[in-house]
């Protein structure tokens, strides 16, 4: 794993263990658990559920939490695994590595289990859009004498606008100041 792979990880780690800590303040009677969870925190092969094994924690975490301690592990878990997917360019195969877990497969059933989508479509939604192509009109042609736009780039380009009577305006404007890229189109009758 790459530096930035491990700095990513510690920091995932860094926010459960601070949720662990909050959570033990609000809830110190669960304090041995919750301490149990931060020191094992995304260890290769650890089961929350040993921590629940006595009914009496189960029923202090469930009502506590909501969950039982695995439930709360597990979100713990997802939510490091959502932020390490959606906002860095880690490998999913470090990810799973880094989150405990021996196989990519099974953190991928996993986390399409808990979110509903697999962590490479996750990633996909949550990928910044590519970069658009300036919108200006420009100023001179190119070297070779031709301008950056087709007519139908320009008219593509365009098609964002609301009104046809925008749009007309805009091409009206954009003839008037560059004939010369209009010179190959047939006259306009209107």
Known sequence: MTTKTDDALAAAKAQA?????????????????????SRRLFARGFD?????????????????????????????????????????????????????????????????????????????????????RSTGVPEKPTESGEFPLSLREWRMMLLGLSTPERIEGVLRWIRDAYPEAFADEPPRVN
């Open 17 to 37: 263990r601070s949720r662990i800590e909050n959570d033990m303040r609000t809830v110190p009677e669960l304090r041995p658990q919750l301490e149990t969870l």
């Open 48 to 132: 929350a559920a040993e921590i629940g094994a006595d009914p009496a924690v189960q029923r202090e975490f469930r009502f506590a939490f909501g969950v039982s301690p695995k439930g709360y592990y597990d979100s713990l878990l997802l939510d490091a695994s959502r932020a390490l997917v959606c906002a860095t360019g880690v490998p999913v195969i470090d990810v799973a590595a880094g989150l405990g877990f021996a196989d990519p497969e099974a953190f991928s059933r996993w986390f399409k289990y808990r979110t509903g989508l697999a962590p490479m479509k996750l990633r996909e939604r949550h990928r910044p859009p590519a970069p658009i």
